[in-house]
């Protein structure tokens, strides 16, 4: 079943960590701009796109329920919701109705990579007289209502963001998807298959964490007003 359309903006929020990658698997790219830390969008990791991943992200991160959202989180409480596989996801704050900024708890199973959006964009559902084609744009044209997109590493910048969506090299555009709503949303949408889905935005895939616990952040502004900004403790073990 397909329903009215739903556009929004999201950013999601992390802080800084320190990662461990197997040698076999780090990146053998000379113009990789954070080599062992962040996996390449060329890498396709977990045999998967930046892109791929996240047409598995929106999912994952609008499907829930409120009380059981990611994107409403503001303790951490929600981390493990839903998560299986090589690959967890993490999110930022869902701005408005959500905080602005929060502070979050997480314990990640060893092994795991992260891949989480520093800010995104994306339309599903009718009225796209072009179907995925204006989806995509629509999409676009949400992403690029974010600026200053940056995030840190246990301290330490990662190199490739920047201040414009086109300039990011870790850009990615999804491919369709479907977004499946319950009659309790974080939209307060008609329940229902809102498709197809388009996502467009700067995404980080990370590697593995090493054991302990590890600061990220990550941050965002947005023109109409406002900014995104999120930390994490993360506990890998």
């Not at 990658?21 to 780090?26: G, I, M, R, T």
């Not at 790219?29 to 060329?42: A, E, I, K, R």
């Not at 791929?52 to 303790?75: I, R």
């Not at 314990?107 to 009718?126: E, K, Q, T, W």
Request: charge should be negative; proline fraction near 10%; glycine fraction near 10%.
């Amino acid at each position: 079943m397909k329903n009215a359309k739903q556009r929004a903006v999201i950013v999601t929020a992390i802080t800084t960590l320190l990662f461990t990658l197997p040698a076999s698997a780090q990146s053998q790219n000379p113009n990789d701009p954070n080599p062992g830390v962040v996996l390449t969008p060329s890498s396709a990791p977990g045999g998967l796109t930046y892109g791929e991943w996240s047409a598995k992200w929106f999912k994952w991160a609008y499907e829930p329920p409120p009380a059981q959202s990611p994107v409403l989180d503001s303790t951490g409480a929600n981390c493990a919701v839903g998560q299986s596989g090589p690959v967890w996801f993490l999110a930022g704050t869902f701005f408005p109705p959500g905080p602005p900024s929060v502070f979050r708890s997480c314990a990640i199973p060893s092994g795991r990579m992260l891949f989480f959006p520093v800010g995104n964009g994306f339309c599903a559902g009718d009225g796209f007289p072009k179907g995925f084609a204006d989806e995509r744009k629509c999409a676009t044209k949400n992403a690029k209502t974010l600026r200053g997109f940056s995030a840190e590493v246990d301290g330490t910048s990662i190199n490739g963001l920047h201040s414009e969506l086109e300039a990011n090299y870790y850009r990615a555009l999804s491919p369709e998807y479907d977004l499946v709503l319950g009659n309790d949303n974080i939209f307060s949408a008609p329940a229902g298959t809102y498709s197809p889905g388009a996502g467009d935005g700067v995404y980080l895939m990370l590697a593995p964490l090493s054991p302990g616990t590890h600061t990220l952040h990550f941050h965002a502004d947005i023109t109409a007003g406002g900014q995104i900004d999120a930390t994490y403790s993360l506990t890998a073990n």
